[in-house]
């Protein structure tokens, strides 16, 4: 099993640009989530998935959309890039919500100029 | 609302010394409680974690915490510290609703 994966490793956008932050899992989880980090500060949880076709917002949703089309994929997109979405973005997958054992990918590191 | 205090921002210990990490939470009920452990470069692992029950936890790679219900108290410990444990460790505090609340994090160096 290759676990969680997310690409690209390392992205550099323009304020305005959008992109999209891949996630996919391989362990058949239902639930996924996507999380920020920033320096000094824990883990803030941005969107959550419990299954698919269904999504939910978490702790700082402003700026970013999801969708879960298939029990594998959860993409994060950002439709205009600003500065202070600056961060590194993880995401996580486990079998059932977040108080079980998630499963974090190895990070996507984005600077927006 | 739930938050989370690690009160030490960086520690240091020498390889075979006990470790104790602090986490101090805030929370009216009986909160669930995790530790978790980033090596450089990685995503998040689950160290352990506390719903109810025991109030002293173990978890993987020699770690244990205890629940401390009256100092608020959640901390991580381990009798002979590893240098493959030199990472970042993170307390988090959930209420049961759909977020987890993530404490700063502690640097952990180990000493040879």
């Known amino acids: 099993n290759a676990g969680v994966t997310q690409t690209p490793k390392f992205q550099v956008l323009k304020t305005g640009q959008s992109m999209t932050l891949q996630c996919a899992q391989d362990m058949n989880h239902e639930y996924m989530s996507w999380y920020r980090q920033d320096p000094g500060m824990g883990l803030r949880l941005i969107h959550y998935?419990?299954?698919?076709?269904?999504?939910d917002q978490g702790e700082v949703p402003n700026g970013y959309n999801v969708s879960r089309s298939t029990t594998e994929d959860f993409p994060l997109r950002l439709l205009s890039a600003a500065p202070s979405q600056t961060s590194v973005y993880f995401c996580?997958?486990?079998?059932?919500?977040?108080?079980?054992?998630?499963?974090f990918g190895p990070g996507t590191r984005l600077t927006v100029l | 609302a739930q938050s989370v205090t690690q009160p030490d921002i960086h520690i240091t210990v020498s390889e075979g010394a006990s470790l104790e990490l602090r986490c101090n939470y805030s929370?009216?009920?009986?909160?669930?409680l995790f530790w978790y452990v980033q090596s450089p470069g990685q995503g998040l692992q689950l160290l352990l974690k506390y719903f109810s029950g025991d109030t002293l936890v173990q978890g993987i790679k020699g770690f244990e915490a205890e629940f401390k219900r009256s100092q608020s108290s959640f901390n991580l410990r381990k009798p002979s510290v590893h240098w493959s444990d030199a990472a970042e460790y993170f307390c988090a505090v959930g209420s049961g609703a759909n977020n987890l609340f993530f404490g700063t994090g502690t640097r952990l160096t180990v000493i040879p």
């Open positions: 996580a997958s486990s079998t059932g919500s977040l108080y079980d054992t998630q499963y």
């Open positions: 998935s419990v299954g698919a076709g269904i999504t």
């Open positions: 929370y009216g009920a009986t909160p669930y």
